[in-house]
T-cell receptor
């Protein structure tokens, strides 16, 4: 399975600022996914990022708030813009592999907004 | 749309006791089914998966799950709980294209010494 590295692993940010989370995969993958996991809750898909095309956002998530880049087949970034305390969450990068398309996850980026 | 229901957001078992975490799904097509575990301050790790074939699947760390189509269930079990099993467990389902994933709300497992 792919090894997925995320940076930063955690951060504390001030309201109104933006933070970019990086996701590096050790192999080339077609589809990368960004999830949000709010405290004590399950995972919510933010967007799907394919190389060479605009990310596809799920209902309730917009590009202005969560811009995503996918410059190549091993790397993606998610920016959380104009942060508020409600954005305090774990943000997880994942890739789909295998015959069943099972997802593999990075360690997550734990974001606290004050 | 598919959905996943995990009964019991919190489950406590004694060390050495049977672990049973319940998962039911709704799907109009034969799904792919997964269990993931999330240890504190870590990402999600795949425990096991069912795609086709044998309905009893074995995963890592002594866990197994049985796909029961008639009950639309995919419960996770382990015969004897260990302290290191304390974690959050997520059931997930995807369609048979693997393009859409649906996660349950998770079950927090506590193991009592």
């Amino acid at each position: 399975s792919a090894v997925i590295s995320q940076k930063p692993s955690r951060d504390i940010c001030q309201r109104g600022t933006s933070l970019t989370i990086q996701c590096q995969v050790d192999s080339q993958v077609t589809m990368m996914f960004w999830y949000r996991q709010q405290p004590g809750q399950s995972l919510t898909l933010i967007a799907t990022a394919n190389q060479g095309s605009e990310a596809t956002y799920e209902s309730g998530f917009v590009i202005d708030k969560f811009p995503i880049s996918r410059p190549n087949l091993t790397f993606s970034t998610l920016t959380v813009s104009n942060m508020s305390p409600e954005d305090s969450s774990i943000y997880l990068c994942s890739v789909g592999e295998g015959a069943a398309g099972e997802l593999f996850f990075g360690e997550g980026s734990r974001l606290t907004v004050l | 749309a598919q959905s996943v229901t995990q009964l019991g957001s919190h489950v406590s078992v004694s060390e050495g006791a049977l672990v049973l975490l319940r998962c039911n799904y709704s799907s109009s097509v034969p799904p792919y089914l997964f269990w993931y575990v999330q240890y504190p301050n870590q990402g999600l790790q795949l425990l096991l998966k069912y795609t086709t074939g044998a309905t009893l699947v074995k995963g890592i760390n002594g866990f197994e799950a049985e796909f029961k189509k008639s009950e639309t269930s995919f419960h996770l079990t382990k015969p004897s709980a260990h302290m290191s099993d304390a974690a959050e467990y997520f059931c997930a389902v995807s369609d048979n294209t693997g393009n859409q994933f649906y996660f349950g709300t998770g079950t927090s497992l506590t193991v009592i010494p």
